[in-house]
Nanobody, 120 residues
């Protein structure tokens, strides 16, 4: 079973920065198609933030130019560097991994989340 653990959340003032980490563990058969970050504010739907695969890095429009997703395969870790944070960025941030099972089939795994609060 794949397990993901997020860390790095906290309280930061508007305009500040935070760096989130997601440690991935567990055995997979064929590896991952992609890994990424989602976030969910209280009373809101969970929304996609960024994804990274072997061939592409993509971002939601509301974080372009401010957030950077990266990975370190040796450490089995995915990162999210967040700059120029806004109060609207306040949410629980979740790491996810899309495991490749076989052609046309994937399995999504989620971490427990880490709280990010942007407030003056």
């Amino acid at each position: 079973q794949v397990q993901l653990v997020e860390s790095g959340g906290g309280l930061v003032q508007p305009g500040g920065s935070l760096s989130l980490s997601c440690e991935v563990s567990g055995r997979t058969i064929f590896g991952f198609n992609a890994m990424g970050w989602y976030r969910q504010a209280p009373g809101k739907e969970r929304e996609w933030v960024a994804s990274i695969s072997a061939s592409a890095v993509t971002y939601a429009d509301f974080v372009k130019g401010r957030f950077t997703i990266s990975r370190d395969d040796a450490k089995n870790t995915v990162y999210l560097q967040m700059n120029s944070l806004k109060p609207e960025d306040t949410a629980v941030y979740y790491c996810n991994a899309e495991e490749r099972l076989y052609a046309g089939a994937n399995k999504m795994s989620w971490g427990q989340g880490t709280q990010v609060t942007v407030s003056s």
